[in-house]
């Protein structure tokens, strides 16, 4: 992100765990792309997910890696490492406060699933949250459809993706395949660094 002209661009922010990174996230991302008409989609592992302590999760260095096989082969996805290298719990006002100051003039689009979004009442600062970045929702399945707000657009051309990473974390667990779940490379590393297999 360092030295990015910013002047008119549109610029798509997904954060989440990605534990692992799955089609769901790839899909999401190239829909809200396509949809939006963004020039560009920052993909924010988090470093510390308040949201979900209590459970084992890969190391940072292990989510970041996954990522950047994934992203690699568009060149309108970027991985941005800013929550793994901030102390602290990942909240997202302040990581968009960052982006934001980084990229102004940028508009920003935060995207989430419906998951996340009926979780961010919980959020810290959820107003401010909803003064940085347009919030765009995509469905999740088994989740009511989000509703269209004046605060909130719809991702309406998203396919529904019955794919979570905890359904990816328990078939390596159970030894089944992964196959088209996650890319290729994304697999070969869960394999050659083991991960999942007894979480
Ligand atoms: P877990 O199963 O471990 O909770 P997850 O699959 O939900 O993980 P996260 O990294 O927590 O993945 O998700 C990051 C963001 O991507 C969240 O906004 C989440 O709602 C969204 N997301 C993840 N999977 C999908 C999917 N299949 N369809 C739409 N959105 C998704």
Redesign the pocket.
């Known amino acids: 992100m360092a030295g990015l002209d910013s002047a008119g661009l549109r610029l798509g922010v997904?954060?989440?765990?990605?534990?692992p990174v799955?089609i769901?996230?790839l899909?999401?991302a190239e829909a809200a792309r396509e949809e939006l008409a963004l020039d560009r989609l920052l993909f924010v592992p988090a470093g510390q997910p308040w949201r979900?302590a209590g459970r084992d999760i890969a190391t940072a260095a292990d989510r970041l890696a996954m990522l950047e096989f994934a992203v690699s082969d568009n060149p309108a996805f970027e991985v941005c490492t800013i929550e793994v290298e901030r102390e602290g719990p990942s909240y997202t006002v302040e990581t968009l406060s960052e982006i934001k100051a980084r990229s102004l003039p940028a508009q920003i689009f935060f995207?989430?699933?419906?998951?996340?979004l009926e979780d961010m009442p919980n959020w810290k600062e959820p107003e401010r949250i909803a003064e940085l970045a347009e919030i765009v929702a995509?469905?999740?399945p088994g989740r009511p459809s989000p509703h269209e707000t004046g605060r909130i657009t719809l991702l309406r051309g998203?396919p529904?993706?019955?794919?979570?990473?905890?359904?990816v974390?328990e078939r390596v667990r159970d030894g089944r395949p992964i196959r088209y779940l996650v890319p290729p490379a994304v697999e070969d590393y869960i394999r050659r660094r083991q991960l999942y297999i007894s979480s």
């Not at 995207?111 to 996340?116: K, M, S, Y």
């Open positions: 997904l954060g989440g765990t990605f534990d799955h769901g996230h899909i999401l979900k995207i989430v699933g419906e998951d996340a995509a469905p999740r998203m529904i993706i019955g794919v979570s990473a905890t359904a974390r």
